[in-house]
């Protein structure tokens, strides 16, 4: 009896890690990133799978949701827009867009996303363009384009569905309740053929095309929304400081008259906003974050429609914030520094900026020496092989823009000839050291050639008390003279 139950424990035993090791499986199976493309179109922040409807006239971006399971190093996507029954299609210029090898004779309409694995698009691919193959733009469907990647170092690491790539467009068609539909599947375009990811190992990956293929949206127009208002952006695009905010001007207008509020649904920037409303008007303001330097924010108002006629007001207009940053001056102090070999050099590079909530980092370019990130303390020991004229490149940087700036030193050869106190280079410590530190600190003379043996005691500075230590020396057999630490 003993004997059996021992069995049926280490039977029951077995199939409890066996089944646990079937969950694990199913589950690891599940979180395992597969490779697919997600097409879709989106107004403003709303996601693409929100709906399957494109209203007329109204801009939206198509977007690529990417998903892959093994580090890219090239893609090769093409795409074929058309439609079955004559919905027309334009494309939109974007701020800051791609599209350098001759989009729409030049139009740069694509964009990549901010904070996804592919941004910023130069760290991940050498060449990263979309060509759109069909040159007139016309209007008229179909277009077929290609989005290409070839990678620089990185590639694209693997992950989970992220939307990657917009490409900015405005559909038209139908009038009245009349449909029409717009369609999207893949395209067999040269160089690569048909959809590829090759991985760090250079093996081929098809993608899948998600949802099947072709996929298509139904083109309607806007209902009536009983007289729905619509807001007017006043504002052209204005630059804002990543440290500060500024103020934009929106207008509400409105067929019946009633009083309508503006909100702000989302936006593509960090920052934050706030609206003071004005009768039919209302001051914007965005408090600009420090991620979006050098970015365009691109901030929809809407007007309120309490019909709720649409899943989306389209009644909306955008504001342009475009966000900057002024860069750090940097002062390297005195130039033509001189020291000499074997003797400490020390001397401030100063940097300053404007925008207050910078933090400033320095760092050395070139030449011998280093620099204190935080302080800008410059320091060096020459050798003996360090003597002549010596170039240091330093720069400051705010973490948007470096300046750099250079300074000379020249370094006397002092080994076996150098004497502690002779301030004039005459080989002798006498009272004309003295005399020569009084001409310094009093009448302007410039600084001796090196200037350690002029700090007589040596508190690293040129001052009168040299000159008084110096005549002790020579005339009440005070203490020697040493070197000391001007720099």
């Known amino acids: 009896m003993t004997v059996r139950q021992g069995y049926f424990s280490l039977k029951s035993i077995a199939l409890k890690l066996f089944f646990l090791l079937f969950v694990f499986l199913i589950l690891v199976s599940y979180v395992v990133a597969e490779d697919r493309v997600t097409p879709g179109f989106s107004n403003y922040c709303m996601s693409p799978h929100y709906y399957d409807t494109i209203w007329v006239n109204i801009n939206y971006t198509l977007d690529f949701i990417i998903e892959n399971d093994a580090l890219l190093k090239?893609?090769?996507?093409?795409?074929?827009?058309?439609?079955?029954?004559?919905?027309?299609?334009?494309?939109?210029?974007?701020?800051?867009?791609?599209?350098?090898?001759?989009?729409?004779?030049?139009?740069?309409?694509?964009?990549?996303?901010?904070?996804?694995?592919?941004?910023?698009?130069?760290?991940?691919?050498?060449?990263?363009?979309?060509?759109?193959?069909?040159?007139?733009?016309?209007?008229?469907?179909?277009?077929?384009?290609?989005?290409?990647?070839?990678?620089?170092?990185?590639?694209?690491?693997?992950?989970?569905?992220?939307?990657?790539?917009?490409?900015?467009?405005?559909?038209?068609?139908?009038?009245?309740?009349?449909?029409?539909?717009?369609?999207?599947?893949?395209?067999?375009?040269?160089?690569?053929?048909?959809?590829?990811?090759?991985?760090?190992?250079?093996?081929?990956?098809?993608?899948?095309?998600?949802?099947?293929?072709?996929?298509?949206?139904?083109?309607?127009?806007?209902?009536?929304?009983?007289?729905?208002?619509?807001?007017?952006?006043?504002?052209?695009?204005?630059?804002?400081?990543?440290?500060?905010?500024?103020?934009?001007?929106?207008?509400?207008?409105?067929?019946?008259?009633?009083?309508?509020?503006?909100?702000?649904?989302?936006?593509?920037?960090?920052?934050?906003?706030?609206?003071?409303?004005?009768g039919a008007s209302a001051t914007i303001t965005y408090y600009a974050a420090e991620s979006d330097c050098g970015h365009t924010v691109d901030i929809p108002v809407w007007a309120s429609d309490p019909f709720s006629c649409v899943p989306f007001c389209p009644n909306a207009c955008i504001l342009h914030a475009v966000v900057t940053n002024n860069a750090p001056t940097l002062d390297v102090g005195v130039d033509g520094m001189t020291g000499y070999d074997m003797g400490f050099i020390k001397t401030d590079i100063i940097g300053s900026d404007i925008d207050t909530c910078d933090d400033l980092t320095y760092g050395m370019v070139s030449g011998p020496g280093t620099i204190d990130p935080e302080t800008g303390v410059y320091t060096w020991l020459p050798s003996i092989g360090d003597a002549g004229f010596n170039t240091i490149t330093v720069e400051v940087t705010d973490g948007f823009d470096a300046i750099m700036d250079d300074f000379i030193v020249e370094v006397f050869t002092c080994t076996g000839r150098c004497a502690a106190g002779d301030v004039n280079f005459d080989g002798d410590v006498n009272v004309g050291d003295a005399v020569a530190i009084i001409n310094v600190v009093f009448k302007g003379a410039p600084y001796p050639q090196v200037p350690d043996m002029a700090d007589a005691n040596a508190d690293c500075a040129l001052n009168v008390g040299d000159a008084v230590f110096l005549i002790n020396y020579v005339f009440k057999n005070g203490d020697p003279p040493q070197m000391g630490c001007v720099y």
């Open 74 to 278: 090239d893609i090769s996507l093409g795409f074929r827009i058309y439609s079955p029954d004559d919905a027309t299609w334009e494309w939109l210029s974007a701020e800051n867009g791609y599209g350098p090898e001759g989009w729409n004779s030049g139009m740069k309409l694509g964009q990549i996303k901010r904070g996804c694995r592919m941004d910023p698009a130069e760290m991940v691919w050498d060449v990263s363009d979309l060509r759109i193959i069909e040159q007139d733009m016309d209007g008229f469907l179909p277009d077929s384009f290609l989005i290409f990647g070839e990678a620089d170092t990185a590639g694209l690491e693997p992950g989970w569905p992220e939307k990657m790539i917009s490409m900015s467009c405005r559909v038209g068609g139908p009038s009245g309740d009349g449909v029409r539909t717009i369609c999207i599947d893949t395209a067999v375009i040269p160089p690569d053929g048909d959809w590829l990811f090759v991985d760090d190992q250079q093996q081929n990956i098809v993608p899948v095309f998600d949802y099947g293929q072709p996929h298509c949206w139904a083109v309607k127009m806007l209902p009536n929304c009983c007289g729905w208002p619509w807001a007017v952006c006043s504002s052209a695009p204005k630059e804002i400081n990543h440290c500060g905010s500024g103020d934009f001007y929106v207008e509400v207008y409105n067929y019946t008259g009633d009083p309508r509020d503006l909100y702000i649904a989302c936006h593509n920037g960090e920052g934050v906003t706030s609206i003071s409303h004005e």
